[in-house]
């Protein structure tokens, strides 16, 4: 991700999200996802992965607003 190989990014966030443990883990890696499938250019893939995060608890929820706003 930091050095911009998104396609890889968006394999390796893909599983990880599908493979998350705790919903903390689920949540930041689907984030992480949706910007690498924004930056690909799959941008209704990557709102899907956003929309996916609401359903979290509410104190897994921090990281959703900052990442939608500065990274997606």
Same mark, same amino acid.
């Given at each position: 991700?930091?050095?911009?190989?998104?396609?890889?990014?968006y394999?390796?966030y893909?599983?990880a999200r599908? $493979?998350?443990?705790?919903?903390?883990? %689920?949540?930041n890696?689907?984030? %992480?996802?949706?910007?690498?499938?924004? %930056?690909l250019? %799959?941008?209704?893939?990557?709102?899907?992965?956003?929309? $996916?995060t609401?359903?979290?608890?509410?104190?897994?929820?921090a990281?959703?607003?900052?990442?939608?706003?500065?990274?997606?």
């Open positions: 991700r930091d050095a911009g190989q998104w396609q890889e990014a394999e390796l893909g599983l599908k $493979s998350a443990q705790t919903d903390d883990r %689920r949540v890696d689907s984030l %992480r996802f949706a910007r690498a499938a924004a %930056r250019g %799959r941008h209704e893939e990557a709102l899907e992965a956003v929309a $996916s609401f359903s979290s608890k509410p104190e897994d929820k990281p959703i607003l900052p990442a939608v706003l500065y990274e997606v």
